[in-house]
């Protein structure tokens, strides 16, 4: 459930982001793996700081 919290609330953050950021340039890189999951890296440019108090972890198995 931890993940499924943690993804409402980055996407209900960069929702907020894309509104609030005329400026702001989103890159997105898909990598897709066909017999593995695949990945998303989104990489945004020109965000106006502090980032809305968004909390960042450490990836998964670090």
């Given amino acids: 459930m931890r ?4 993804r409402d609330r980055l996407l209900s953050w960069l929702g907020q982001v894309l509104q ?19 990945s ?10 502090p980032l809305g108090g968004l909390e960042v972890s450490a990836a998964r198995g670090e």
């Fill in 3 to 6: 993940a499924a919290i943690e």
């Fill in 20 to 38: 609030r950021g005329d400026a702001v340039e989103v890159d997105v890189v898909v990598i897709d793996r066909p017999d593995q999951q695949s």
């Fill in 40 to 49: 998303v890296q989104i990489t945004l440019s020109n965000v106006e700081g």
